[in-house]
């Protein structure tokens, strides 16, 4: 109540509104002190709002080079074969791109051995059930004859073709029947039949001798005991039909349309971090919140040169990695050979007519230099990665919690609460300020209401005196 009626006191005694003087005094002194808080507040939040657009830009790009930082983001591949009447190919997701030179000079084949000519209606060993013994190599197995007919050995052979390998046919040649029986293809897999029947001749003829395949790839030669040649190459099933006329080419290239999307978004993806950076570098700029928020940030600049340096760098990778020698990738170790490159005004683009050429001569060469071969790279791994593995590790490098712009981003984040800390000292001192006014200006308006009494009084006295003297 003391407070109250001073207030509503202040000015009845010299007619002047001290109390909106009092205040008019503290806020003359209050305003430029929080304007400068304020601004202080204001630009550094906008410089939380920058290093938080800076960090998406990063996190976009870094997506961007995950799609092509893998060797199987690029196992879509589609297969040419320039002598397809002579060997079919098929791939499976482990095969991995490459030109392979191959020529086929044999083919496997199984032994077939013919029996003498059986005439219609013949039975063996007077009709009764009778053994045959069937050796593979030094493995021998009885199979028991039944019916004692060429229908009857064509069963019972037949239906022990899984544990042997061989089986049998009856063929009319128009006046006889022939048994042909024939094994498993390979060199290895030569077979005998005998009977302990003395009048059953079974393999009187041989009409074929088993071998295996012979075939080179890339300079190497390979023996396959079948014609479907499945681990001389990962994740590639050769299916031999007969022998190549000289070399057959057969190329294992990426699908392109689903990298070169990849690509087309990796390229996006930079000119947007591109464009962010160049909003929040430049002092003028009319974008709201972070427009211009990292004018001259020292560590903006440090980030662009990196991951330009992400695009532009050399990506060899060599064998020999002491002497650095042996480059598997000698015809492609850098971004530009594939069609990547900045135009003048900084943006990158990319030459789809260049990347088709890369990949359609040098296809392994690609992948190499987006993946160095590898699969599943931790961020953490020292290893060689290419072109976006390594991009990948540095920009995850950058968005870690313990990196340079996760600390400024704290930083500036702190700096925010300390300038909020000091409005709110600011308002306790203009409080005091405005209390320490009102009890002067109290004390003032007093002595002058004292002054103005006394005055009124004297008034008074001097007019009494006079009209006294006036009346005389």
Partial sequence: MASTNLVSALG????????????????AERAPRKERIDAKITQTEAKISGYGALKFSLSELQ??????????????????????SALGI????????????IEVTQLAQATRRASNAIASGTTFNSGAAFDLTVTVGTTSTA??????????????????????????????????????????????????????????????????????????????DITSSSNTVDEALAGVTLN???????????????????????????????????????????????????????????LLQSIKSQVRSMITGDFTLYTDTVNLTDPQNANINAAWQVGLSFDRNGKLQLDETKLDTAFSDYATEVVTLFTANTNDLSVYSTSSAGLAGTAVRDIDEMLRSTSLLTEQTSNATQKVELYKADLLKLEERMTALLERYMKQFALMDSIVGS???????MKSSFEGMMASYSNK
């Avoid at 591109?274 to 709201?288: A, G, H, Q, T, Y």
């Fill in 90 to 101: 098929a791939t499976t997701s482990s095969a991995t791109a490459g030109v392979y030179n």
């Fill in 143 to 220: 199979i028991s004859v039944s019916t004692a007919t060429p229908e009857g050995v064509v069963s019972a052979v037949n239906a022990q073709t899984a544990t042997t390998g061989v089986s049998a046919q009856l063929i009319n040649t128009g006046s006889a029947y022939t048994l042909v029986f024939t094994g498993t293809e390979g060199d290895g897999n030569d077979f005998t039949i005998s009977s302990a029947s003395s009048d059953l001749t079974f393999q009187s003829t041989t009409l074929q001798d088993a071998q295996d395949a012979l075939l080179n790839i890339n300079g190497i």
């Fill in 240 to 298: 031999l039909y007969t022998t190549t006329t000289g070399t057959a080419r057969i190329g294992l290239n990426p699908e392109i349309s689903t990298v070169k999307a990849n690509i087309q978004a990796l390229v996006a993806a930079y000119n947007n971090f591109s464009d962010s950076v160049k909003v929040l570098s430049d002092r003028s700029s009319e974008v709201e919140e972070f427009g211009g928020a990292l004018a001259g940030d020292s």
């Fill in 12 to 27: 009845a005694g010299s007619g002047v509104d001290v109390k909106a003087l009092a205040e008019s005094l503290v806020e």
């Fill in 451 to 457: 002054s103005n009494s006394m005055r009124e009084s």
């Fill in 63 to 84: 997506t961007a080079f995950m799609a092509l930082n893998d060797a199987k983001d690029f196992s879509t591949l589609t297969a040419t074969n320039s002598q397809p």
